[in-house]
């Protein structure tokens, strides 16, 4: 595609409900990174893919939080049991990776509010 | 990767430039200068990056000191469209996890007639 989607645009979700966010990386790019933003707040790391492969989930903030990326294109992050806490948007970003320094494309995000 | 310190917020004249600062006094040798911006309900969007010389594209123009330990961001025309919150972003040539984003809170630009 021509950029960065993510599915759904919006999610209300009943607090203790489990959630699936999608992102679809622009096709090719080799890395993938999941950012939680906060009302008023820049977005903040949760979780790397190169490909397949989740390298780093040092940014996930409980075990509740879950993300894959099975065949190294899509990604799914899934919040389980939800939290009031939870509410924010969760932003994907795809890159090609390497060492060239190409810049990070965001999708527009998926703004989940837990009820 | 270095802290950066932006100014909370701004106001611009449409037609006018904006000249967005930055502080990265503890910016490495090896590290660059990114900026990104986040316009209300979107994901952030690349704008420019450089490491130690000026630089320019479609967008915008950057301007890092000699020392590095500042720079501004320059929107020579700027327009309603352009109103966003904008993030200096320090990182280094890091690849994979480390290529990851540090976002402070940014400057919200609020362009007006």
């Known amino acids: 595609g021509a950029g960065v989607s993510q599915s759904p645009r919006y999610k209300v979700a009943k607090r203790g409900q489990d959630v699936a966010l999608r992102c679809d990386p622009i096709s090719g790019h080799v890395s993938l990174f999941w950012y939680q933003q906060a009302l008023g707040q820049g977005p903040e790391f949760l979780t790397y893919?190169?490909?397949?492969?989740?390298?780093?989930k040092s940014g996930l903030p409980s075990d509740r939080f879950f993300a894959e990326r099975p065949e190294g294109s899509v990604s799914t992050l899934k919040i389980q049991r939800t939290q009031q806490e939870d509410s924010a948007v969760y932003l994907c970003?795809?890159?090609?990776?390497?060492?060239?320094?190409?810049?990070?494309?965001f999708g527009q995000g998926t703004r989940l509010t837990v009820v | 990767d270095a802290k950066t310190t932006q100014p909370t917020s701004m106001d611009c004249a449409e037609g006018r430039a904006a000249n967005l600062p930055c502080n990265h006094s503890t910016i490495s040798g090896n590290e660059y200068v990114y900026w990104y911006r986040q316009i209300h309900s979107q994901g952030p969007q690349y704008i420019i990056h450089g490491l130690k010389n000026n630089e320019t594209n479609e967008m915008a123009s950057l301007i890092i000191t000699e020392d590095r330990k500042s720079s501004t961001l320059i929107l020579p025309h700027a327009t309603l469209r352009d109103t966003a919150v904008y993030y200096c972003i320090v990182r280094g040539p890091y690849t994979g996890t480390a290529s990851k984003l540090t976002f402070g809170t940014g400057t919200r630009l609020q362009v007006t007639l």
């Open positions: 893919f190169q490909n397949e492969a989740q390298l780093d």
């Open positions: 970003a795809s890159s090609l990776g390497g060492l060239d320094l190409t810049e990070a494309f």
